[in-house]
Protein backbone atom coordinates (compact mmCIF):
# COMPACT_ATOMS: atom_id res chain seq x y z
CA UNK A 1 0.00 0.00 0.00
CA UNK A 2 1.17 3.75 -1.05
CA UNK A 3 2.23 5.25 2.34
CA UNK A 4 -0.07 8.36 1.79
CA UNK A 5 -2.78 6.01 1.79
CA UNK A 6 -1.52 4.56 4.87
CA UNK A 7 -1.96 8.20 6.57
CA UNK A 8 -4.94 9.04 4.60
CA UNK A 9 -7.41 8.12 7.20
CA UNK A 10 -5.49 9.90 10.13
CA UNK A 11 -5.37 13.13 8.23
CA UNK A 12 -9.12 13.03 7.27
CA UNK A 13 -9.61 12.24 11.40
CA UNK A 14 -7.30 15.39 11.90
CA UNK A 15 -9.39 17.41 9.35
CA UNK A 16 -12.76 17.46 11.41
CA UNK A 17 -10.52 17.38 14.47
CA UNK A 18 -9.02 20.85 13.10
CA UNK A 19 -12.97 21.91 12.52
CA UNK A 20 -13.64 21.38 16.10
CA UNK A 21 -11.03 23.25 17.65
CA UNK A 22 -10.40 26.02 15.89
CA UNK A 23 -12.73 28.22 17.24
CA UNK A 24 -14.59 29.58 13.98
CA UNK A 25 -11.86 30.92 12.80
CA UNK A 26 -10.94 30.46 9.16
CA UNK A 27 -6.73 30.66 9.62
CA UNK A 28 -7.23 29.04 12.69
CA UNK A 29 -8.45 25.70 10.93
CA UNK A 30 -5.83 26.32 8.54
CA UNK A 31 -2.59 26.41 10.58
CA UNK A 32 -4.03 23.45 12.65
CA UNK A 33 -4.85 21.61 9.49
CA UNK A 34 -1.73 22.40 7.94
CA UNK A 35 0.10 21.11 10.28
CA UNK A 36 0.00 17.83 9.56
CA UNK A 37 2.75 17.80 6.91
CA UNK A 38 5.35 18.68 9.57
CA UNK A 39 3.34 16.26 11.91
CA UNK A 40 3.77 13.65 9.28
CA UNK A 41 7.51 14.11 9.02
CA UNK A 42 7.80 14.06 12.98
CA UNK A 43 8.22 17.70 13.12
CA UNK A 44 5.40 19.06 15.96
CA UNK A 45 6.57 22.42 16.13
CA UNK A 46 5.46 25.75 14.19
CA UNK A 47 7.27 28.50 14.74
CA UNK A 48 5.66 30.56 11.61
CA UNK A 49 2.10 29.54 12.48
CA UNK A 50 0.56 32.49 14.50
CA UNK A 51 -2.59 30.53 16.30
CA UNK A 52 -1.29 26.74 16.21
CA UNK A 53 2.45 26.69 17.12
CA UNK A 54 2.77 22.88 18.21
CA UNK A 55 0.93 19.47 17.97
CA UNK A 56 -1.43 19.30 20.65
CA UNK A 57 -1.17 14.96 21.21
CA UNK A 58 0.90 14.29 24.05
CA UNK A 59 4.91 13.79 23.21
CA UNK A 60 5.90 10.29 21.84
CA UNK A 61 7.21 7.73 23.56
CA UNK A 62 10.43 6.45 21.57
CA UNK A 63 8.16 3.10 21.41
CA UNK A 64 5.71 5.44 19.45
CA UNK A 65 8.13 7.13 17.63
CA UNK A 66 9.52 4.01 15.60
CA UNK A 67 6.07 2.21 15.09
CA UNK A 68 4.88 5.60 12.90
CA UNK A 69 5.66 5.44 9.29
CA UNK A 70 7.07 9.22 9.02
CA UNK A 71 7.32 10.37 5.55
CA UNK A 72 11.11 11.41 4.83
CA UNK A 73 11.18 15.22 4.18
CA UNK A 74 12.11 15.96 0.25
CA UNK A 75 10.80 12.83 -0.48
CA UNK A 76 8.07 12.07 -3.30
CA UNK A 77 5.20 11.41 -1.04
CA UNK A 78 6.03 14.37 1.33
CA UNK A 79 6.19 16.80 -1.45
CA UNK A 80 2.55 14.94 -2.85
CA UNK A 81 1.52 15.48 0.68
CA UNK A 82 2.50 19.44 0.41
CA UNK A 83 0.74 19.73 -2.83
CA UNK A 84 -2.62 18.29 -1.95
CA UNK A 85 -2.59 19.93 1.51
CA UNK A 86 -1.45 23.23 0.18
CA UNK A 87 -3.04 23.56 -2.77
CA UNK A 88 -5.02 26.59 -2.65
CA UNK A 89 -8.79 25.95 -3.36
CA UNK A 90 -8.34 23.82 -0.42
CA UNK A 91 -7.17 25.95 1.91
CA UNK A 92 -9.51 27.99 0.81
CA UNK A 93 -12.63 26.30 1.43
CA UNK A 94 -11.25 25.70 4.89
CA UNK A 95 -11.35 29.17 5.96
CA UNK A 96 -14.50 29.84 4.33
CA UNK A 97 -15.96 26.58 5.84
CA UNK A 98 -14.84 28.24 9.58
CA UNK A 99 -16.67 31.03 9.44
CA UNK A 100 -20.00 29.10 7.14
CA UNK A 101 -19.98 26.59 10.76
CA UNK A 102 -19.70 29.93 12.53
CA UNK A 103 -22.84 32.19 10.34
CA UNK A 104 -25.18 29.27 10.37
CA UNK A 105 -24.95 29.24 14.18
CA UNK A 106 -25.48 32.97 14.55
CA UNK A 107 -28.09 32.91 12.01
CA UNK A 108 -29.87 30.17 14.45
CA UNK A 109 -29.47 32.08 17.43
CA UNK A 110 -30.72 35.45 15.99
CA UNK A 111 -33.60 33.55 13.79
CA UNK A 112 -34.99 31.16 16.37
CA UNK A 113 -34.08 33.45 19.90
CA UNK A 114 -33.57 29.73 21.22
CA UNK A 115 -32.15 29.50 24.41
CA UNK A 116 -29.60 26.18 23.89
CA UNK A 117 -27.48 24.98 21.48
CA UNK A 118 -29.61 23.75 18.44
CA UNK A 119 -27.80 20.74 18.20
CA UNK A 120 -29.43 19.05 15.54
CA UNK A 121 -29.02 22.24 12.68
CA UNK A 122 -25.73 22.73 13.93
CA UNK A 123 -24.20 18.74 13.87
CA UNK A 124 -26.32 18.92 9.87
CA UNK A 125 -24.11 21.81 8.44
CA UNK A 126 -21.07 20.50 9.90
CA UNK A 127 -21.12 17.24 8.72
CA UNK A 128 -22.69 18.43 5.68
CA UNK A 129 -19.64 20.55 4.74
CA UNK A 130 -17.04 18.09 6.51
CA UNK A 131 -18.29 15.36 4.24
CA UNK A 132 -17.69 17.91 0.95
CA UNK A 133 -13.97 18.67 2.70
CA UNK A 134 -13.80 14.69 2.78
CA UNK A 135 -14.90 14.30 -0.60
CA UNK A 136 -11.91 16.42 -1.61
CA UNK A 137 -9.33 14.81 -0.01
CA UNK A 138 -10.29 11.57 -0.80
CA UNK A 139 -10.32 12.41 -4.55
CA UNK A 140 -6.85 14.02 -4.48
CA UNK A 141 -5.64 10.95 -2.56
CA UNK A 142 -7.19 8.81 -5.30
CA UNK A 143 -6.55 10.47 -8.35
CA UNK A 144 -3.15 9.32 -9.21
CA UNK A 145 -3.63 5.92 -8.01
CA UNK A 146 -1.22 3.35 -9.61
CA UNK A 147 -2.32 0.90 -11.98
CA UNK A 148 -3.09 -2.51 -10.90
CA UNK A 149 -0.75 -5.46 -10.74
CA UNK A 150 -1.31 -9.35 -10.99
CA UNK A 151 1.11 -11.97 -11.35
CA UNK A 152 0.72 -13.82 -14.77
CA UNK A 153 1.86 -17.39 -15.21
CA UNK A 154 5.62 -17.13 -14.49
CA UNK A 155 5.24 -15.53 -11.44
CA UNK A 156 6.44 -12.16 -12.84
CA UNK A 157 4.18 -8.87 -12.06
CA UNK A 158 1.95 -7.64 -15.10
CA UNK A 159 -0.18 -4.59 -14.95
CA UNK A 160 -3.55 -4.64 -15.31
CA UNK A 161 -6.07 -3.60 -18.22
CA UNK A 162 -9.96 -3.95 -19.45
CA UNK A 163 -10.74 -3.61 -22.99
CA UNK A 164 -13.61 -1.16 -23.89
CA UNK A 165 -15.09 -0.43 -27.01
CA UNK A 166 -14.56 3.21 -27.76
CA UNK A 167 -17.10 5.00 -29.94
CA UNK A 168 -14.92 8.24 -31.11
CA UNK A 169 -12.45 5.51 -32.38
CA UNK A 170 -14.76 2.80 -33.60
CA UNK A 171 -12.66 -0.01 -32.42
CA UNK A 172 -11.82 -1.64 -28.96
CA UNK A 173 -9.25 0.16 -26.62
CA UNK A 174 -7.26 -0.95 -23.86
CA UNK A 175 -7.98 0.77 -20.49
CA UNK A 176 -5.74 0.75 -17.51
CA UNK A 177 -7.18 -0.78 -14.09
CA UNK A 178 -5.90 1.34 -11.58
CA UNK A 179 -5.96 0.24 -7.71
CA UNK A 180 -8.97 0.17 -5.54
CA UNK A 181 -10.15 3.43 -4.46
CA UNK A 182 -8.93 4.29 -0.75
CA UNK A 183 -11.80 6.08 1.22
CA UNK A 184 -12.25 7.94 4.23
CA UNK A 185 -13.30 5.59 7.35
CA UNK A 186 -14.86 8.66 8.98
CA UNK A 187 -18.14 8.23 8.16
CA UNK A 188 -20.56 10.76 7.74
CA UNK A 189 -24.14 10.05 9.13
ZN1 LIG B 1 2.55 16.10 15.82
Redesign the pocket.
Known amino acids: MNILAKWARNISNHLCWSIDTCNGNGKELAERFTSVIH ?1 TVNK ?1 RFPNNKFYKK ?1 E ?1 PKYTREETKSKEWLVIGSAPHEKLIKIILQASLVKDLEHMAEQINTTLLEVFHAEKIRYLPKSVYYRMEKMILGTQIAILDHHYNIDREQKQSLDDEGMPKLLYSIAYSKANKRRVAKIIKEKKVTSIYTIS
Do not use: A, R, T
Open positions: HHCH
